[in-house]
């Protein structure tokens, strides 16, 4: 297989079952995520050296099993399987009841220290590279006080993470996780984010992750992984005191001024 394209001829056979095969384990991989979009039949057909019947019959099998989505005349895309993991009456059950929050972190908490782990044992020199990318990213952002850009560095850098940590079940059960988090379905990541000296902090503990990763130190890893949400877990706790707090001030003040006369 060619390293430098995302598909490669089939060598043998040359049937629908193996187009499928190769199509599934980029899926798999987390090469393909949910909503990319393949090429085109005649490109996809070229680069995979097979023929269209061939391919159309792979794709029908692909859609069939619920891994792939066409649009008619747009295009045919990863299907949105990550979304799936948590049905729609579990997640709104989970977004009405705020010790959830709690338990997600303590989740949370193990499975960040395994992965770093993994990635410090594991991660190639591209994860590696990819990594720094995405801190980077995440410093300038900071600087330049582009909070919603930092919060997706934030996201993208723990989903490279888990990619690095070279297991597939860990890999889709992270992004499972972010998914929910990005949706807002545990606490509101903006308030926690800016919650005091938040940012900044964070900021730090994402490059006490990163260097343990650069060098191969997994113990590091895993325990700057657990200790970045130990902080989370805290400031998700303040920040929900501090709105309870205003909260009741408000009333109290609300009192104290009397009804008002329309």
Same mark, same amino acid.
């Given at each position: 297989?060619?390293?430098n394209?995302?598909?490669?001829?089939?060598?043998h056979?040359?049937?629908?079952d193996e187009?499928?095969?190769?199509?599934e384990?980029?899926i798999?991989?987390?090469?393909?995520?949910d909503?990319?979009?393949?090429?085109?039949?005649r490109?996809? +057909?070229?680069?995979?050296?097979?023929?269209?019947?061939?391919?159309?019959?792979?794709l029908?099998?692909?859609?069939?099993?619920?891994?792939?989505?066409?649009?008619?005349? /747009?295009?045919?895309?990863?299907?949105?399987i990550?979304?799936?993991?948590?049905?729609?009456?579990?997640?709104?059950?989970?977004?009405?009841?705020?010790?959830?929050?709690r338990?997600?972190? *303590? $989740?949370?908490?193990?499975?960040?220290?395994?992965? +770093?782990?993994?990635?410090?044992?594991?991660?190639?020199?591209?994860d590696?590279a990819l990594?720094s990318?995405?801190l #980077?990213?995440?410093?300038?952002?900071?600087?330049?006080?582009?909070?919603?850009?930092?919060?997706?560095?934030?996201v993208?850098?723990? #989903?490279?993470?888990g990619?690095?940590?070279?297991n597939?079940?860990?890999?889709?059960t992270?992004? +499972?996780?972010?998914?929910?988090l990005? *949706? /807002?379905?545990?606490?509101?990541?903006?308030?926690?984010?800016r $919650?005091?000296?938040?940012?900044?902090?964070?900021?730090?503990?994402?490059?006490?992750?990163? #260097?343990?990763?650069?060098?191969?130190?997994?113990?590091?890893?895993?325990?700057?992984?657990?200790?970045?949400?130990?902080?989370?877990r805290?400031?998700?706790?303040d920040?929900?005191?501090?709105d309870?707090?205003g909260?009741?001030?408000?009333?109290?003040?609300?009192q104290?001024?009397g009804?008002?006369?329309?």
């Amino acid at each position: 297989m060619d390293d430098n394209k995302l598909f490669s001829g089939i060598s043998h056979g040359r049937t629908a079952d193996e187009v499928v095969r190769q199509i599934e384990g980029l899926i798999l991989d987390g090469v393909l995520r949910d909503g990319d979009r393949l090429p085109g039949e005649r490109d996809l +057909a070229a680069e995979l050296d097979v023929s269209r019947p061939i391919l159309r019959e792979a794709l029908k099998q692909l859609e069939g099993r619920g891994l792939l989505v066409s649009h008619h005349g /747009g295009g045919t895309f990863v299907a949105d399987i990550i979304g799936q993991v948590f049905s729609r009456p579990l997640t709104e059950l989970i977004s009405r009841h705020p010790r959830a929050s709690r338990d997600y972190l *303590e $989740y949370r908490r193990e499975l960040e220290g395994l992965t +770093a782990e993994l990635a410090a044992v594991r991660a190639t020199d591209t994860d590696k590279a990819l990594l720094s990318r995405i801190l #980077n990213d995440m410093r300038k952002a900071h600087a330049e006080g582009r909070a919603e850009d930092e919060l997706k560095a934030d996201v993208e850098f723990h #989903n490279a993470i888990g990619e690095a940590a070279h297991n597939i079940i860990l890999l889709h059960t992270m992004r +499972a996780c972010y998914r929910l988090l990005s *949706e /807002g379905i545990f606490f509101n990541r903006q308030a926690v984010f800016r $919650y005091g000296n938040s940012g900044a902090a964070l900021l730090a503990q994402h490059l006490d992750i990163h #260097n343990a990763i650069m060098a191969s130190d997994a113990a590091a890893a895993k325990g700057a992984a657990q200790a970045h949400i130990d902080f989370v877990r805290q400031a998700v706790d303040d920040a929900e005191r501090a709105d309870e707090r205003g909260r009741v001030s408000r009333l109290r003040l609300l009192q104290r001024q009397g009804p008002t006369t329309p």
